[in-house]
């Protein structure tokens, strides 16, 4: 698994969880996951089960790292488990008896078998940007025809785009797969109201995010290690991530403001 993927597993039990929380554990030496050849984490099942011991420890009973090491430590030597599936028994079965003592204790009504659920606790916001989803697809090349067909645009709305900069065919005049992503956002925001010239703004606050993104993982590129390009790309994707979640943020809080909410 990768990195997003363990991320999304763990998130409805433990909304706090990042990505930098993950890669601190393993610099502290609580996890180790293996790395592929261009230095990406993959995640064993093993790998994920260990995490979750990690967290549920540090949540539930408070416990500084170093005792959590050493109870890991002591599971690696085969004098303790991680009792996973003890654990999830008797968290079903408190769930189950504490369901029993509301229904047992609510007021008796028409209505009195059916027990209200607590309400849903949100971990991420909906749409939230993870690293992985920043991964660049190689060798994915579009031509025009292929663009306007899946995007569902025609030529015009197409040279607007182009005209705009949102677009930006590669050589030989190919486009990526994102190039669909631009112009169905587009597509949809024209309908109301809003043309290529006026997404020009969003272009040019990308542009500036990108700089600053750059500039921070410049240095880990140039650093002698071998694996220093695959620690940039992270870095750039982590970072990146971030940063459209915190737009997002930004954009709904200005919005909240603006309607006077």
Same mark, same amino acid.
Request: charged content about 30%; overall charge neutral.
């Given at each position: @698994?990768?990195? &997003? ?20 554990? +393993?610099? +502290? &030496? ?25 967290? $549920?420890?540090? /949540?539930? !009973? ?10 890991? +430590? ?19 079965? !408190? &769930? ?8 047992? *204790?609510?007021? /008796? ?33 579009? $031509? ?7 995007? &569902? ?9 182009? /005209? ?24 949809? @925001?024209?309908?109301? *109201? ?20 750059? !500039? ?40 909240? $403001?603006?309607? *006077?909410?």
């Amino acid at each position: @698994m990768s990195i &997003g993927s363990v991320l999304d597993l763990l998130r409805p039990d433990f909304p706090d969880i990042t990505i930098s929380k993950i890669r601190f554990l +393993e610099s +502290e &030496g609580l996890i180790r996951p293996e790395r592929t050849p261009s230095g990406y984490r993959r995640f064993s099942v093993a790998d994920y089960e260990r995490l979750r011991f990690v967290l $549920t420890a540090q /949540r539930d !009973q408070y416990l500084p790292l170093k005792v959590i090491k050493e109870q890991l +430590e002591a599971i690696d030597s085969g004098a303790a488990t991680l009792g996973v599936r003890e654990a999830r028994a008797r968290a079903h079965h !408190q &769930g189950a008896a504490a369901a029993g003592q509301s229904l047992s *204790g609510a007021a /008796r009504t028409g209505d009195e078998a059916r027990v209200p659920a607590p309400p849903r606790r949100l971990g991420v916001v909906p749409g939230e940007i993870t690293p992985d989803e920043l991964r660049v697809e190689v060798g994915v090349r579009l $031509t025009r025809a292929d663009l306007l067909a899946k995007a &569902g645009i025609d030529d015009r709305f197409l040279d607007d785009l182009l /005209r705009a900069g949102l677009i930006v065919p590669g050589a030989g005049g190919f486009f990526e797969s994102d190039a669909v992503t631009l112009a169905l956002a587009a597509k949809s @925001m024209a309908e109301f *109201g809003l043309e290529a010239r006026h997404l020009r703004a969003f272009k040019l606050a990308a542009d500036r995010e990108a700089a600053l993104v750059a !500039q921070i993982a410049a240095p880990i590129a140039k650093s002698r290690d071998a694996d220093a390009r695959a620690r940039a790309e992270e870095t750039v994707r982590e970072l990146a991530a971030l940063s459209l979640n915190l737009h997002a943020a930004l954009v709904k809080a200005a919005v909240r $403001t603006a309607l *006077g909410n």
